[in-house]
């Protein structure tokens, strides 16, 4: 890849798969941005925040083991993914939790 690109041969740069890679790649920085900025922030965004993370997390695990046809497989080599995932959700049940506390 990268001596096609010294060679000038720009075709992979115009692939589906290098936009889907950036795409993901974009959206996967953004889920980290969005934890990562949650203290102090107001209860209605950091529930959006988690909510986005299990979204995206859930998403590209069901890609990976879908569309990607690797199956069960993708719950062994995606476990980082999936430790991640099982955290947003924990996070996201964390603050769900906390607007039933204030309402008693």
Not at 33 to 40: M, N
Not at 74 to 92: C, K, P, R
């Amino acid at each position: 890849m990268v001596i096609d690109l010294a060679r000038g041969q720009y075709d992979i740069l115009y692939s589906p798969t290098t936009a889907k890679f950036t795409v993901a790649g974009v959206l996967y920085i953004f889920s980290l941005y969005l934890v990562g900025t949650l203290s102090g922030k107001p209860l209605r965004r950091r529930i959006l925040s988690w909510a986005f993370s299990v979204a995206f997390h859930a998403g590209l695990l069901l890609y990976i083991g879908i569309v990607l046809d690797a199956g069960g497989v993708a719950m062994i080599f995606g476990m980082a993914e999936t430790i991640i995932l099982i955290l947003s959700v924990v996070g996201l049940l964390l603050c769900v939790q906390s607007i039933y506390r204030q309402k008693v």
